[in-house]
């Protein structure tokens, strides 16, 4: 009798979990429709191909990254150096190509490397001396923001012309090629996330680290290549985003992070870990998306836009927190 109330009792909290996360992601669903009948009606021109198509570009500036935060955060971590991280990306690619005789190639695979080492140092940081992770993505934050207004003296580096770069900055039988980019990658992390070893050690990690660490799984290696990751996607961000505007700058990707991170907490993942969805980050990513396009369409000032994310960020952790709470008590009672 025992054992099956002890074994009763992991399913019954999964259930809550699932509960939770589909009544989220449904009312993410209710509010992005609901977004769309008012900025249809009050934002000129909102409904137009050209701007659901500019809405699914942006989309991708922090889709692409929201991947791998989303995964980080569920292994109960945080990596707030996604700014400066697609900034300096973009750099190394238009400097590798226009100033370092690199190719367009060479400085492609360059800035996807040096994605991969900085991360993975900011996860080696984490796991071998128990470093904070804000505190390494934040000293990331720092030297990759530095470095990359340093090498440009804070001006614009013009990329060379390139087929492959105006393909990438450009569409696909009239998709985005950052959008297609971006749902790709979704399809691979959704796979990584539900049926790989990897993704169940990034769930129990976030759940309880030392049991996880206590079931056989290697912490420092998740760690790394949880953050090797995001600086990968970084990297491949700013490649992107470098071959839209034609251009690197150090100054790119301004305030990214906060935009990232809103997704995946407004998306219903835990910022405690143990749990999150990736479908429920896509529908953050499009939520605060379409929210950033029908600010500007309305001409709300500028500032005024950067207070209203501010209060949707604080709103979502205030829901995210109490919807944790219930679960507790759900699972207790």
């Not at 960020?313 to 944790?324: H, K, P, S």
């Amino acid at each position: 009798m025992t054992t099956t109330t002890a074994s009763a009792a992991p399913a019954r909290d999964r259930g809550s979990w699932l509960q939770g996360t589909r009544l989220n992601e449904i009312g993410l669903v209710v509010a992005i429709a609901v977004l769309y009948v008012v900025l249809g009606l009050t934002a000129a021109g909102f409904l137009n191909t050209g701007n659901q198509l500019g809405i699914l570009r942006d989309a991708a500036t922090i889709g692409i990254a929201a991947w791998g935060v989303t995964l980080v955060i569920i292994a109960g971590e945080i990596d707030i150096s996604i700014g400066p991280a697609v900034a300096f990306a973009s750099v190394l690619v238009a400097m590798g190509s226009a100033d370092w005789g690199l190719g367009v190639v060479g400085a492609i695979v360059l800035t996807l490397l040096a994605g991969i080492a900085w991360g993975a140092i900011a996860g080696w940081l984490r796991a071998q001396f128990g470093v904070p992770s804000f505190i390494t993505t934040l000293g990331l934050w720092s030297v990759l923001g530095g470095l990359g207004l340093y090498l440009t003296s804070a001006l614009p580096v013009v990329l060379p012309q390139s087929d492959l770069l105006d393909l990438l900055g450009g569409s696909i039988l009239g998709v985005p090629t950052a959008a297609i980019v971006m749902l790709l990658l979704f399809g691979v992390f959704v796979y990584i996330a539900k049926y790989t070893a990897y993704g169940r050690a990034v769930y129990a990690i976030g759940g309880n680290a030392s049991a996880a660490m206590l079931a056989g799984i290697s912490l420092t290696r998740v760690r790394v290549i949880l953050f090797a990751t995001t600086g990968l996607l970084s990297a491949i961000t700013g490649i992107l985003l470098a071959a839209r505007l034609g251009a690197g700058s150090g100054s790119a990707a301004s305030g990214l992070e906060f935009d990232v991170i809103a997704a995946v907490v407004i998306g219903g993942t835990a910022l405690a870990g143990g749990r999150g969805s990736l479908l429920g980050t896509l529908l953050g990513v499009i939520f605060i998306t379409v929210i950033g396009n029908g600010l500007v369409l309305l001409g709300v000032d500028s500032f005024l836009q950067d207070v209203i994310r501010g209060v949707i960020i604080v709103g979502a952790v205030l829901i995210n927190v109490w919807a944790g709470r219930r679960g507790t008590a759900t699972r207790t009672s």
